[in-house]
């Protein structure tokens, strides 16, 4: 399909950034430092003495600068260096040059590791970069530290052509676009509206009502796709407010009360709101109960894409249409069938010359009497004039595009694969203006006929058929997963942060054109850091997903349980949470922080993977059971019993001895920082030895792990495998497809990803014959460990070589309030004996004393082959094979 595009005319499109000729750099810098996630890993307050993956700032970028004490990258050399301004653009430009080596703390005179991404211009400006470095200048003590307020002229870009040049401008064709981002005056589910005549609108699902008119341009998403994403999302270049804020038709539920799901969905930004419900007496459940309404999800019309928003008050089941028409008048046509009576509030701001066809209005209330299926309509005049508009030659295109394969391609470091695996790139398709886009899969699905369906955090969702790709939804908000029901991949559920959402083609045309509401009974407050993940369906048709705490805020919105960074603002934040097969939504367990990875094994177990920080010593991999709790307490603020924050039932001795141990831990900063999602082999050999293993990749690192677990003793434990390092991007989404190879989406916006791209997609292919040499897993046993081993032994290989080739070191985690753990007791553990087996594919490791006593359990053991060569005939994958075991039960 091609339209010619319509474009409003405009003088200064480009310039409500760039018009302001100053700016204070260190509020800025400060602005740019959250976004982009620096936060996460570095400390910035005197005070704080949480452990973090980098050095903390606070002191380092003095007035009169300061030595510093780093290393060299791959060497065991240390120097110092003078902490000023040079060396600070060196670490984020060149971040692995040299390492800054930790100044106090349990890791004190050790080197950080190389896990912080390079900061190209393209993701940090320079100007950018000079403002944060202002910031970084005011974290020190009085005297030390830089001024507060450093005044700097905005650099101001060449004017843009068209609306075409403006970067993350959603542009209006001669069809309808609707998208769902955190607009200021609209809660972060509602829907906004691009018509082709020049003129939006907002649908809330809060209030079930237009909410939003203006007119020129629809919506700028820069915001949005900076960083982490800064909250409140402007309208678009030109734009003319008429309707901001009110609802123009609120339904009224059966007992008078309007409906206003505001407990569940406040308006972005309205802290105020937000702290309010957090510490409502009752409980949100009984809130729920309370609202006898729901939002029920859109379709489009086949030609024009114009929505008709689907919902239910009471009995009655409602569709809406919205028509803005060129001579300034707004009308609503309600559908549906009426079996009790239906009042709407209308309210007039901003509006002239009420009107409607089908019921009465009086006294600012529009009702509505039950006739079976009956068409009404509202219209009013909006004030003030139109924008005038002009029109230039350009189409928008949704013919397919063809999928390139870049066999070799790999991101900016060097890529490490076991012998005989490949790599190559796809590359993303362009929008549909044949612009480049910022194309993050972090969903893929793929479907019984071969199709793949991608879905992405801003760039909508696509399918690849016959190699080409295609879209198939745009303007949804941060996909995290997707899940396909049918054989063709026309129907799927994907989860967004407002809303499980299940998208259908209903009529054959490659466009998903009805969008239902699976389930949106959680809270969603338009913090960057509410992420839904999953989802995953079980064989009885139960889906299950996650839900991230959000990040910031004061204490009083966001309640943190002590902890520095994270907390709930209620509404199931920090659960997992279960959608029946009938449709009924199910708290499941909780103490989640963030949840980022979600599957379900080939035996139909469902687990988790959790991201280190707060009540989390370091990420982890565990069973997700129902009612269990996992260690995080800022969730608990939602369960039944009128709780808020200051209940005593919330503090941490009540919990500390009932959180669910994971089964395999992550080491932070060796092999994971924030893991993705997890698959499993199923490919019966097609990918190599190492079939129904998990495999699951690290979002900061850029590293691909395989993890291997057991029960004993009725505990689940396991060992974690380095498998691929140096991917392009942070690897969210590994996949596998029906030829046996692993596609992997990749995000590193926000956080920032070691391989340096802020997408990838990436494909892992096995040459179906080389059998790398590696540790195929590790199992406990009575006296130590059993490594078993992908190809056997050299026969030259004896029990006593190997004895002092092996190296086994362990340390515990513990999980408090404070961000991460130290590496506790870490210690070097002496090895007996080691046997080879008779296949000589497994090595049994003795362990002096082991078990005896009670310091062996809790602990992770790093199992290293310190010098492999010449232990297997051919083959090598790595000079140092190694494997992390967690070690929970021994075997008896």
């Known amino acids: 399909m091609k339209t010619r595009l319509g474009l409003f005319a405009f003088v200064t499109c480009c310039l409500p950034l760039w018009a302001q000729d100053e700016f204070n750099a260190v509020d800025e810098g400060k602005a740019i430092f959250t976004t982009m996630g620096c936060i996460e890993c570095h400390v910035v307050a005197s005070d704080d003495n949480s452990l973090k993956t980098g050095p903390s700032l606070y002191g380092l970028f003095k007035t009169e600068a300061r030595p510093r004490e780093v290393g060299i990258t791959g060497k065991t050399e240390r120097r110092t260096i003078t902490a000023d301004k040079a060396y600070f653009l060196n670490s984020v430009r060149q ?6 080596v930790a100044e106090n703390g349990p890791t004190k005179g050790a080197a950080y590791l ?21 910031y970084l200048r005011t974290l020190a003590a009085p005297g030390e530290s830089g001024p507060t307020k450093v005044m700097l002229k905005k650099r101001k870009a060449a004017p843009a052509k068209s609306l075409l040049e403006v970067p993350n401008e959603v542009l209006v064709t001669n069809r309808a676009r609707i998208y769902r981002a955190p607009l200021r005056g609209s809660s972060g589910r509602a829907l906004h509206v691009g018509l082709p005549n020049g003129m939006n609108y907002t649908f809330d699902p809060r209030l079930l009502s237009v909410r939003n008119i203006w007119a020129g341009g629809f919506l700028n998403l820069s915001e949005e796709r900076k960083g982490r994403g800064r909250p409140g999302s402007p309208r678009g270049k030109g734009a003319r407010v008429f309707v901001e804020g009110g609802a123009i038709l609120q339904p009224l539920q059966p007992s008078g009360n309007p409906v206003d799901f505001e407990f569940k969905e406040p308006d972005v930004l309205d802290h105020a709101a937000i702290e309010r419900w957090l510490w409502e007496a009752r409980d949100f459940p009984e809130l729920h109960a309370a609202m006898n309404a729901e939002f029920l999800g859109h379709s489009l019309d086949s030609e024009s894409s114009n929505p008709m928003f689907h919902f239910r008050v009471g009995a009655n089941t409602l569709s809406q249409s919205v028509r803005l028409t060129n001579d300034g008048r707004v009308e609503i046509v309600l559908r549906g069938k009426l079996i009790q009576p239906q009042k709407f509030k209308v309210s007039d701001k901003n509006l002239s010359d009420l009107k409607v066809q089908g019921g009465s209005l009086k006294e600012g209330i529009w009702t509505l009497d039950p006739k079976g299926e009956t068409v009404h309509t509202f219209s009013a005049r909006l004030a003030g004039g139109l924008v005038a508009r002009q029109r230039i030659s350009r189409e928008e295109d949704w013919s397919p595009q063809p999928l390139v394969r870049n066999p070799g391609k790999i991101g900016r470091q060097p890529l490490e694969l076991p012998a005989g695996y490949s790599m190559e790139s796809w590359e993303s398709p362009k929008d549909l203006y044949g612009r480049n886009q910022l194309f993050e899969p972090t969903g893929i699905g793929v479907a019984q006929d ?14 690849i058929r016959d190699n080409k790709w295609t879209m198939f939804a745009e303007g949804t908000y941060e996909c995290l ?16 942060k407002p809303e499980l959402t299940r998208m259908i083609d209903s009529n054959g045309d490659g466009r998903a054109d009805q969008f239902e509401t699976v389930c949106d009974d959680y809270g969603f407050h338009g913090n960057y850091h509410e992420y839904a993940h999953g989802p995953v369906r079980d064989a009885q048709g139960n ?3 996650t839900l991230n705490l959000s990040h910031g805020g004061s204490p009083r919105v966001s309640w943190r349980a002590g902890g520095p960074y994270m907390g709930s603002m209620g509404g199931y934040r920090g659960w997992a949470c279960r959608v029946t097969a009938e449709g009924k939504f199910e708290p499941y367990a909780n103490g989640l922080r963030s949840p980022a990875g979600l599957g379900i094994d080939p035996q139909g177990r469902l687990w988790y993977a959790e991201n280190q920080g707060e009540y ?7 069973p997700l059971e129902q009612g269990k709790f996992y260690g995080h ?8 019993g009128k709780m808020n924050p200051d209940s005593p039932e919330l503090k941490f001795d009540h919990w500390k001895n009932k959180i669910r141990k994971g089964a395999v831990w992550l080491p932070h900063g060796k092999l994971a920082n924030s893991p993705g999602h997890p698959a499993w082999d199923t490919t019966a ?12 990749g690290d979002q900061t690192l850029s590293t691909l792990l395989r993890v291997v677990t057991e029960q004993v003793n009725g505990a689940d434990q396991g060992c974690v495998i380095p498998f691929a390092r140096g991917l392009s991007s942070g690897v969210m989404r590994p996949v596998f497809l029906p030829d046996g190879s692993m596609l992997i989406g990749q995000t590193g916006r926000g956080w920032g990803a070691r391989g340096g791209s802020q997408s990838g997609l990436q494909r892992i292919l096995w040459d179906q014959k080389t059998v790398a040499a590696d540790i195929a897993y590790v199992s406990g046993k009575a006296d130590g460990f059993e490594v078993h081993l992908t190809r056997p032994l050299a026969e030259a290989i004896t029990p006593e070589a190997l004895a002092s080739i092996f190296k086994i070191q362990s340390w515990f985690y513990t999980n408090t309030g404070r961000y991460g753990s130290p590496e506790h007791d870490r210690r070097e553990d002496s090895l007996l004996s080691a046997v080879i087996s008779g296949d000589r594919r497994s090595v049994g490791l003795n362990i002096t004393d082991f078990g005896k006593g009670d310091k062996w359990l809790d602990r992770i053991y790093h199992i290293q082959i310190v010098e492999a060569a010449g232990l297997f005939a051919k083959a090598l994958s790595w000079k140092r094979l190694e494997a992390y075991y967690t070690l929970r039960a021994i075997q008896q």
């Open 95 to 100: 971040s692995w040059d040299v390492l800054a």
């Open 114 to 134: 190389p896990v912080m991404p390079m900061y190209p211009k393209e993701i940090i400006s320079d100007q950018d970069l000079e403002s944060m470095w202002h």
């Open 450 to 463: 071969g199709t793949i369906v991608v879905a992405t955090r801003t760039a909508g969702v696509w399918r």
């Open 481 to 496: 997963g997707i899940w396909i029901e049918d054989s063709k991949g026309d129907r799927v559920v994907v989860m967004q």
């Open 543 to 545: 889906y299950y997903f």
């Open 616 to 622: 989390v010593g370091s990420s982890k991999v565990v």
């Open 633 to 640: 307490l800022s969730g608990l603020v939602t369960l039944p």
């Open 685 to 696: 050999g097609k990918f190599g030895a190492y079939q129904e293993q998990m495999f699951i």
